[in-house]
């Protein structure tokens, strides 16, 4: 590894941020306004001046290369409709916590800025270092460390510098950030300084430590790819129904989502919701008309699953069935 300084970061606000403006049932736009974007952070927010930034591209290439941001800007620009998703604390990795929008990020491919560095055949891992670090959760990093499949690049894996057709800003990772479409928020590493091409699963807590799940079968799985999830939008909770009521929501998951399915506490069985195509790595819309039953309480739950026939969980995983408690005033 090199030993590379990386561009000035100054610090803004310390410790741990988790700012979460909008609550499942009011992220009803299909584009989430930049502004009401959820803000994460392991080690606080900061910003690195646009004149101060640079791209180090090391590791396992031919030609590592430095970039400047001008130079950034003689790629191909590129934008994607993604939804975007935080996976949750990496200390309670199994609570659904729905912090989730969907924006058109912008910026230029990854891969083609790597062919310039001349990837060498060893190359599997691409690691991303964030200009910020610290402790978290009792472990200490010189720089918020990811990774991923070297692979999955190729799909659409940007170095974003805008949000929703506007400068990204600083909380969000200014000048230029990692944004890997369909992987959980926490891949998409802010204030990106350093790639390094690695022939392995990069170290530090963020790759070991935190964000590994174990599966049923004990085998660790990273926190990568999103699972099928589904929230109910319409009606908010608490809402007074009568009679047949539209209910409406989003899906989404690393794959095309292929069926949403309603139910009540009742056990009385599944209803197929209606649900559009996918467009581009966003959510898709669902729909369908709920005839109540009895009056009184409602609790309505929703589930998906995607092409390759995954299922949201009923319990216990991060992207557990999403419910929505309503009141019957007559039927
Ligand atoms: N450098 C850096 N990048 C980071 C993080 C961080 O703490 N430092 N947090 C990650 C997590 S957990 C999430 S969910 C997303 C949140 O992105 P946002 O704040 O722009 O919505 O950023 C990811 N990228
Ligand atoms: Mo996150």
């Known amino acids: 590894m090199s030993e590379s300084e990386?561009?000035?970061?100054?610090?803004t606000k310390a410790g741990t941020v988790r700012d979460i403006p909008l609550r499942p049932h009011e992220v009803g736009e299909r584009i989430t306004p930049a502004?009401?974007?959820?803000?994460?952070?392991?080690?606080?927010?900061?910003?690195?001046?646009?004149?101060?930034?640079?791209?180090?591209?090391?590791?396992?290439?031919?030609?590592?290369?430095r970039l400047t941001l001008a130079?950034?800007?003689?790629?191909?620009?590129?934008?994607i409709e993604a939804v975007h998703q935080c996976a949750g604390n990496p200390l309670q990795p199994d609570?659904?916590?729905r912090r989730v929008a969907a924006v058109v990020w912008g910026g230029v491919r990854l891969a083609?800025?790597?062919?310039?560095?001349?990837?060498?055949?060893?190359g599997k891992f691409v690691w991303a270092d964030?200009?910020?670090?610290?402790?978290?959760?009792?472990?200490?990093?010189?720089?918020?460390?990811?990774?991923?499949?070297?692979?999955?690049?190729?799909?659409?894996?940007?170095?974003?510098?805008?949000?929703?057709?506007?400068?990204?800003a600083d909380r969000h990772g200014a000048p230029v950030r990692l944004v890997v479409p369909g992987f959980y928020g926490t891949n998409s590493v802010k204030w990106l300084w350093r790639i390094t091409l690695a022939d392995r699963r990069a170290n530090g807590p963020f790759t070991t430590r935190f964000y590994n799940d174990t599966l049923a079968d004990g085998q660790v799985s990273p926190v990568w790819a999103l699972g099928p999830e589904s929230i109910i939008v319409t009606p908010a909770p608490g809402t007074r129904i009568a009679g047949a009521t539209g209910i409406t929501g989003w899906a989404w998951a690393d794959r095309p989502i292929v069926s949403v399915e309603i139910g009540d506490d009742g056990g009385e069985g599944w209803e197929e919701a209606t649900v559009?195509?996918?467009?581009?790595?966003?959510?898709?819309?669902w729909r369908h008309v709920w005839r109540p039953r009895a009056t009184g309480p409602l609790v309505l739950r929703c589930r998906a699953r995607d092409s390759a026939g995954v299922a949201q969980p009923e319990t216990g995983r991060r992207n557990a069935w999403h419910a929505?408690?309503?009141?019957?005033?007559?039927?």
């Open 276 to 285: 559009e195509s996918r467009h581009a790595r966003t959510w898709q819309l």
């Open 130 to 168: 964030g200009a910020d670090g610290g402790e978290f959760g009792g472990s200490a990093c010189a720089f918020f460390r990811k990774d991923l499949p070297l692979e999955r690049v190729g799909e659409d894996v940007l170095l974003a510098t805008e949000m929703n057709g506007r400068a990204l």
């Open 6 to 11: 990386p561009p000035r970061f100054e610090v």
């Open 324 to 331: 929505a408690e309503l009141f019957v005033a007559s039927v």
């Open 112 to 122: 083609d800025v790597l062919e310039a560095a001349r990837p060498a055949a060893g």
């Open 71 to 79: 130079e950034l800007g003689q790629f191909p620009r590129v934008a």
């Open 35 to 65: 502004d009401r974007v959820f803000t994460l952070a392991h080690f606080g927010l900061g910003r690195i001046a646009a004149a101060d930034w640079f791209l180090s591209i090391e590791g396992q290439v031919e030609r590592p290369l």
């Open 95 to 97: 609570i659904p916590t």
